[in-house]
């Protein structure tokens, strides 16, 4: 087996280390979480959020250890069934009771993945309800009218104060000391700011950047492509959960301007089908599972499908769809397999299979054959253009995947900078502010999808109505040649 298929993971259902906690309960009841580092008869080290606890053995009632309630969730965890609300429910309840918040937040997420408007899985998620929509606090806060003033989200009334010149000091609001009371200043002839590139340089790089289609032609080719305009006759026969899904993936295809008519394929669809059959099997997701006791035939068959597909566990078709495309939890940060492979410009039919609470996607079809004049030479997701943030979260990585026969990238050279840019039309390049900050940076070189990707994920950014940024990549360089290479596209988020 190959080292790509052996690595094609999803981990949906955390793993022990990226899951537990110790849980320290001392005798007075307060419990105190954190990962015991060291232990002797007087004394034990807990690394916390907030630092080293040095806490005395005489102190404490109990120890909980976090192998052993990593072990009980997933047990739980795999114990539910696929459509069992209060059950994901009742064990995010549990994980918060035992500190485990990744694992609560797991829990919650499903809950969406089966009911998407859950008002307590959202609220607990940190959403908040406007105009229909569940929006991150920060995007609700943008909804409202609060601004962003050096770095911080406030209100428009304070907003407007600190316009004044108010200070907020000792929790009062200070007001400015009046013009009358400052010492007069000879005025001075006001300097003419010369423009940053000449006009010829600025339009040039505004033409680079010009969006691939309007926000008008981006919203009716989502249209066509979720009604299956042109598929209809190939999606003849399928069921409603597979055309559904297809469509949804095509839509993401559409939007980072790879081919997007990827079809579904019956051979595909019974082994991506066997694959999830053999998951709920196992009682786990699995990509090289030893056979359970089956039928060797039958368990060829779902070896093929485990080996090759995108999995996932309790979320249904289509929402796996957008799990695969957000692959941003801790397991799957670092190289965002799925994601990539969902947009591999070279896949031209996939098919998808559901058994229990496991669903399995086919992702390794090779059948759009592409030359270095017809396949792209990056895709980058959030796309470049506008990108509406129906198919997008603020909480997802950023990544530009590009092909490898003609470019090559190395972390350590790479200078990635993503700039907020005014609202309103276009007309120059003038960033707001400085660049975001990143965090998950790296490049991924292992053969998921079309080739490497360069991975990031900004941090305390809004996708709310007028949010554009300026993504600017440098250190890469062209194959053969050395030559050094920029990447440079807007990303405009759009409702």
């Given at each position: 087996m190959s080292r790509i298929l052996f690595i094609l993971s999803t981990l949906l259902v955390l793993s022990a280390g990226a899951l537990g906690q110790d849980v320290v309960e001392l005798l007075d009841g307060r419990r105190v979480a954190g990962n015991i580092t060291s232990e002797t008869d007087d004394e034990i080290v807990l690394e916390t959020k907030t630092g080293t606890r040095v806490i005395a053995v005489r102190d404490v009632r109990s120890i909980e250890?976090?192998?052993?309630?990593?072990?009980?969730?997933?047990?739980?965890?795999?114990?539910?069934?696929?459509?069992?609300?209060?059950?994901?429910?009742?064990?995010?309840?549990?994980?918060?009771?035992?500190?485990?918040?990744?694992?609560?937040?797991?829990?919650?997420?499903?809950?969406?993945?089966?009911?998407?408007?859950?008002?307590?899985?959202?609220?607990?998620?940190?959403?908040?309800?406007?105009?229909?929509?569940?929006?991150?606090?920060?995007?609700?806060k943008f909804a409202i009218g609060w601004v962003e003033i050096e770095g911080e989200l406030v209100s428009p009334e304070v907003a407007e104060k600190l316009r004044m010149g108010w200070v907020y000091l000792d929790g009062e609001w200070v007001e400015p000391v009046p013009d009358t009371a400052r010492p007069r200043e000879r005025p001075t002839r006001p300097q003419r700011e010369e423009p940053r590139e000449e006009p010829d340089a600025q339009e040039q790089s505004l033409e680079r950047l010009r969006f691939p289609r309007t926000l008008k032609e981006t919203y009716a080719g989502l249209k066509e492509v979720l009604a299956g305009v042109g598929h209809k006759e190939a999606e003849a026969g399928f069921s409603e959960p597979q055309i559904r899904s297809v469509r949804l993936l095509n839509a993401y295809r559409f939007l980072t301007g790879?081919?997007?008519?990827?079809?579904?394929?019956?051979?595909?669809?019974?082994?991506?089908?066997?694959?999830?059959?053999?998951?709920?099997?196992?009682?786990?997701?699995?990509?090289?599972p030893a056979n359970p006791g089956m039928a060797e035939d039958a368990y060829q068959e779902g070896y093929k499908g485990t080996s090759s597909s995108n999995l996932a566990q309790g979320v249904a078709l289509p929402a796996a769809v957008d799990m695969w495309m957000d692959d941003s939890d801790a397991s799957n940060i670092d190289r965002i397999g799925h994601r990539r492979w969902c947009l591999n410009p070279r896949m031209a039919k996939t098919g998808f299979g559901i058994s229990g609470s496991f669903t399995a996607m086919w992702a390794m079809d090779q059948g759009r054959?592409?030359?270095?004049?017809?396949g792209p030479e990056t895709i980058a997701f959030p796309a470049h253009g506008y990108m509406p943030v129906k198919y997008f979260s603020s909480t997802w990585a950023w990544n530009v995947s590009y092909d490898p026969a003609r470019l090559s990238a190395r972390l350590a050279d790479l200078d990635i900078k993503v700039y907020p840019l005014p609202p309103g039309r276009?007309?120059?390049?003038?960033?707001?502010?400085?660049?975001?900050?990143?965090?998950?940076?790296?490049?991924?070189?292992t053969g998921f999808g079309y080739g490497p990707a360069i991975?990031?994920?900004?941090?305390?950014?809004?996708?709310?109505?007028?949010?554009?940024?300026l993504v600017e990549i440098s250190g890469l360089t062209r194959v053969g040649t050395e030559e050094p290479v920029e990447l440079q596209y807007i990303v405009e988020f759009a409702r």
């Open positions: 250890r976090r192998g052993a309630i990593a072990d009980e969730f997933a047990s739980r965890l795999q114990s539910l069934g696929k459509w069992d609300v209060e059950g994901y429910l009742e064990l995010a309840r549990w994980c918060t009771l035992k500190e485990h918040g990744e694992g609560a937040r797991r829990c919650y997420q499903i809950v969406i993945g089966i009911d998407p408007d859950h008002r307590v899985a959202r609220e607990e998620l940190g959403f908040r309800r406007y105009d229909e929509e569940w929006l991150s606090d920060r995007d609700y790879v081919p997007h008519d990827v079809v579904l394929d019956a051979e595909h669809i019974r082994y991506a089908q066997a694959g999830a059959q053999l998951c709920e099997r196992i009682g786990r997701l699995d990509h090289t054959s592409l030359s270095e004049e017809t276009l007309k120059s390049l003038k960033r707001r502010g400085e660049p975001l900050d990143l965090q998950d940076v790296a490049v991924e070189t991975i990031f994920r900004p941090v305390r950014y809004s996708i709310g109505k007028d949010c554009r940024y």
